[in-house]
């Protein structure tokens, strides 16, 4: 069955069931023939369920017709073999810049979002990606960024950006709470983001470990008056008298259901480990039960952070031994106690080895855990793997090679998913994470038969392998399993508060 839609309808943003077109309006063109035809792929949407060979047409950016039969279309890309699924969505990906697009589009990437830690000043961070890129990007308001601003001099480590930062603010801010009068600046500081643009509030609780239980509430208040989501990266379990994995997860939750607010905790997988059933059961149960609760995770089991951040407060005085669960990111070697005190003083990234690769592939498998990259930035040279490889690893090593979940399961995992998680704020994201008549052609074409991550510990600059082509906005980005230079579809993705007065 052929799907037709005019596409000036489309394009004024009507549905096509609305009814016959006004007839002073012009005729609509006849949809003969298409910008692009996908010919004869596998098409999956996990919204709707579908799964099957079809013949796409893309016009004007968007997919117009999913049909049964062949089209005609000005460029032909034959897909017989290959699965054509959603562009993928990843919530959490620090890397924003050029060079880190070029691992994203090539792991199937054409949304990336710097969730987690997110941007602060907001306008300055869309201004200087200056308005176009090889794929969407987008930014929440900072926490961090926001309380060094309303509480001390900011004095911090950044990426080529200038956004990112886990440092110390040089004056004490990070470990300090916050007074009243502090308070109240933060929230207007918070509430000034979503004006210019925030994807709702980023934190990064176990690098502000002066953030009060108080604070974190009062914040989570401000972003439920703007129904603004929360993504948040929890409190160190150390901050809890009892300790345990759990506690930082009850402080969110409790949150949450006291004020409203959506709330999206990252990665499920370094922050729970080995509780990572239990934290599940209580986010599952939480949802159930009406808060408006989800999470994320990456495949692997190592994580990456900054050595000089307060997240290795509590590093001094270890035994030997478990220096050498660290690899320094620029020289892929182990450290020892001497090692990490000197790299602590210099400052820069640093992998933390040691988790249950049993557990990572029980969360990978989860149908309900997002997928997300938490990807570092590949602008100042090696990274961790998971920046170039968190989505081919999914639908090659833990789909294909260990049926830990089904392709069906995976796929919406990374598009339907975090597309839904943020509707509510980026209204557009409605046309994303689908492949619809009338969605966005962002396509992400793959070989399910080759698909694999190749980026390692030791060698993390590396493509993804069959991901044959990747499609912003109907544009090319990857073409034959290369990147395509000098295009640029992305755009920026910004909330729905933005220019608000
Ligand atoms: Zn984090």
Redesign the pocket.
């Known amino acids: 069955m052929v799907q037709r839609v005019p596409w000036l309808l489309l394009a004024a943003g009507l549905s096509a069931c609305s009814g016959e077109p006004q007839p002073s309006a012009p005729q609509p063109v006849t949809v003969e023939s298409y910008d692009l035809v996908v010919a004869g792929g596998r098409v999956i949407d996990p919204e709707s369920g579908l799964d099957a060979v079809r013949h796409v047409g893309v016009r004007d950016g968007a997919v117009t017709t999913i049909s049964e039969s062949p089209l005609t279309g000005v460029t032909t890309v034959e897909a017989a073999g290959l699965v054509v699924a959603p562009g993928f969505i990843d919530l959490h990906a620090h890397g924003q810049d050029p060079v880190s697009s070029r691992f994203q589009a090539m792991d199937g990437v054409t949304t990336a979002l710097e969730l987690?830690?997110g941007a602060f000043p907001v306008d300055r961070w869309y201004a200087r990606r200056g308005g176009a890129s090889r794929i969407n990007y987008g930014a929440s308001a900072s926490h961090q960024g926001a309380r060094l601003r309303a509480l001390g001099r900011a004095m911090v480590r950044a990426n080529a950006e200038g956004t990112f930062s886990l440092g110390e603010s040089g004056d004490g801010a990070l470990y300090r709470a916050a007074d009243d009068d502090e308070l109240a600046r933060l929230g207007e500081l918070m509430e000034s983001g979503l004006r210019e643009g925030a994807i709702g509030f980023g934190f990064?609780l176990?690098y502000t470990p002066g953030a009060s239980h108080r604070e974190l509430l009062r914040m989570f208040e401000v972003a439920a008056a703007h129904d603004a989501p929360v993504f948040v990266?929890l409190r160190s379990s150390g901050a809890f008298t009892r300790g345990g994995a759990l506690a930082p997860f009850q402080e969110v939750i409790a949150n949450a259901a006291a004020t409203g607010v959506a709330l999206h905790i990252?990665?499920l997988n370094?922050t729970s480990d080995p509780l990572a059933e239990e934290a599940l059961a209580m986010i599952r149960g939480a949802r159930e039960r009406g808060v408006d609760v989800t999470t994320e995770a990456y495949p692997y089991t190592a994580s990456a952070?900054l050595i000089e951040s307060p997240l290795f407060d509590g590093w001094v005085g270890r035994p030997s031994q478990a220096y050498g669960t660290l690899q320094w990111v620029e020289t892929g070697e182990r450290l020892t106690p001497e090692t990490f005190e000197s790299y602590r003083r210099q400052g820069g990234w640093v992998i933390m080895h040691g988790r249950s690769e049993a557990i990572n592939e029980w969360i990978v498998g989860q149908p309900d855990v997002i997928a997300a990259s938490?990807g570092i930035p590949f602008s100042e040279g090696r990274a961790h793997p998971r920046g170039a490889g968190t989505f081919a690893r999914i639908l090659g090593h833990y789909v294909r090679e260990r049926g830990a979940l089904s392709l069906m399961d995976a796929l919406r995992k990374m598009t339907l998913l975090p597309a839904q998680r943020i509707e509510g704020i980026v209204p557009e994201m409605a046309r994303k994470g689908r492949v619809q008549v009338g969605s966005d052609a962002d396509l992400t074409i793959f070989d399910p038969e080759r698909i694999i991550d190749r980026a390692t510990y030791d060698a993390p600059d590396q493509y993804s392998a069959g991901i044959k082509h990747v499609l912003v906005a109907g544009t090319f980005v990857v073409r034959d399993g290369a990147l395509v230079d000098g295009v640029e579809p992305g755009r920026p993705l910004r909330g729905r508060h933005y220019m608000e007065r």
């Open positions: 987690e830690i990064g176990g990266h990252v990665h370094s952070s938490d």
